[in-house]
Every structure is written in structure tokens, then in C-alpha cells.
């Protein structure tokens, strides 16, 4: 399940960073067609990985939509703890 | 305002300790190019930026270099866990430990807490996008000292990943210049500070023709 979740999280990541570069070019690029549409996919993407983590393990921003008991934004592993 | 994510930027995962290599790796946490200095340094400027794109390039530069603030301290962290004084002092961390103990402090490579009298916000934002573009070359040729000192590829890949990113965040900020430069015409920016004839006049004395 730690593999799982771990990779789960990393394809998260990915999109994540691919949207960040996108945003970063668009800033300085603000009219070119192609990279919004690319920038939309991989947020969109994002989003939907990010609802399915959210639901099998727990809250990535603390405002995570599915709020349980006991509080889960507290549980580990942070992220400078996978080692 | 900022909302955390649980994630890092990029993954980090080393599994064997080098306190050696954690010493100077910290620089990039707390040292004269390191990626609190960035952060610092594009956060406080993104004030006085006069277009759209530049402030967006600003804020968001910024707020990327306080995801890599995190990945280096990580590093660090990871490189140190559960290391004992002894090894520690071995490996040239006694000073450090004496002060911090395992704890990830913003120092440089030779020990010297952080200032920010490693940044400049000058209100002049043709001058901040040029110290910027300087900034994103000492980072990245850091990165490459670094890179050159480690031999773990645990250590290697996500140094890799942030010399990358100085890289795209030089190019990003020479596009913002450009801009800036654009929009603002080169003689009317100057207009406004200092005046035509006093930049005449300070032009004279530099050239010695002034009595
Ligand atoms: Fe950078």
C-alpha cells in the first residue's frame, strides 16, 4: 500500500511541476494557444489524481474535501520524511 | 497568501548518510545563493514591478523557490538523520552541531548565518531583472559545484533538477526584461529618476569635463 500510495503521489508530482514550467512560460508567453491548452490538461489531470489521493490517503492541503476522524493532516509521513 | 501542499516539488529519497555532503549542500538553503535568498529576493520585488508579466514572473519565481527551499533542506535533513556527534564532527560538522545539533539552519557552505544582505530590492526593476539573471547563473553554477562534489545519484538527481531550473527561471526573467525594457522605453524610464539634465551633468563629471 506504501508503493502504491507513493506512486500514486509521484504521477502527482509530475503534473504538478509540468504546470508550474507551463505557468511560468505563460507569464512571459500570455497569448500562445498551445501552452494554455497543454497548462489546462495537466491541471486538470492533477485535479483528478489529486481527488482519488485525497480519498485513499488522506488530505494533501488541509482543506481537503474529505475530512475524517481523527484529524488526518497531522499523520506522517511529511514530505521530507520518505526515506 | 500561500496554501501548503503535502508534496515536495520534486522527490527525494537518499538513503545513505553524508554529513560531509550535507555541509555544503546547506549553502543552497542558507547561503549568499541559496534558494531563501531567491525566494526573499523575488517576493520583496514583485512590489515594484511596472507590468503584468513581471510581476506574475516575480510572484511566482518566488514561490517556486520556496518549494526548492524545501527540497534542500530535505537534502540536508536526509543527509544528517541520526548521524552521531562523533561522525558528525569527522565530516567537519562539529561547529555546526555545537550550535544546531541535527537541525537544518539557513547557513552557507563556510558557516555564515543568512543575510539579507544577500538581496537587493531597488525599486528600479530594470536594475532588480538584472541582478535576478546574475542570481539564476550563481545558483546554477552552485548546483554544478555541487554536482561536481557528490557521487550518490540519490544526491545527484534532484541537484540535477534544481541547476534545471535555474536555467528556465534565467530564460523567464530575460523574457520579463525584455518586456519591462518594451513597455517602458528605455529613454522615458530614465525621465523619472534621475533627471534628464542631472544624468547629464553626473555623464560630464564621469568624463572629466565638468570644472
Ligand atoms: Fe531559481
Known sequence: ??????????????????AIDMQLYLNTHPHDVRAISLHNCYVNRSRILKDMYERLYGPLTASSPYPRYPWKWIESPWPWEYQ | MWIYEKKLEYPVKIKNKNPKMAK???????????????????????????????????????????????????MVFQLTKGVPPD??????LGAYYSDHDHAVYPVSASGVPFTA???????????????NLAAEQKARA????????????????PLRF???REIVHFQ???????????????????MSKPKE????????EAYGLKK
Open chain 2, 142 to 157: 552552485t548546483y554544478e559545484n555541487l554536482i561536481n562534489l557528490a557521487d550518490d545519484p540519490d544526491v545527484i538527481d
Open chain 2, 24 to 74: 555544503y549542500i546547506i549553502t543552497q538553503y542558507g547561503g549568499p545563493d541559496g534558494e531563501l535568498a531567491a525566494s526573499l529576493r523575488y517576493l520583496s520585488q514583485r512590489f515594484s514591478m511596472p507590468t503584468e508579466e513581471a510581476k506574475a514572473i516575480l510572484n511566482d519565481i518566488g514561490t517556486e523557490e520556496l518549494a526548492h527551499l524545501e527540497i534542500v533542506g530535505t
Open chain 2, 117 to 131: 544582505a544577500y538581496i537587493q530590492s531597488k525599486g528600479d526593476p530594470i536594475a532588480d531583472l538584472h541582478e
Open chain 2, 162 to 164: 534544481l541547476r534545471a
Open chain 2, 197 to 204: 539634465e542631472k544624468l547629464a551633468e553626473s555623464n560630464k
Open chain 1, 1 to 18: 500500500m506504501v508503493k502504491e500510495r507513493e506512486k500514486l503521489l509521484r504521477e502527482i508530482m509530475a503534473y504538478d511541476f509540468a
Open chain 2, 172 to 190: 523567464r526573467f530575460g523574457e520579463a526584461l525584455g518586456i519591462v525594457q518594451e513597455k517602458l522605453g528605455q529613454k522615458k524610464f530614465y
Open chain 2, 87 to 92: 561522525v558528525l564532527e569527522k565530516m567537519g
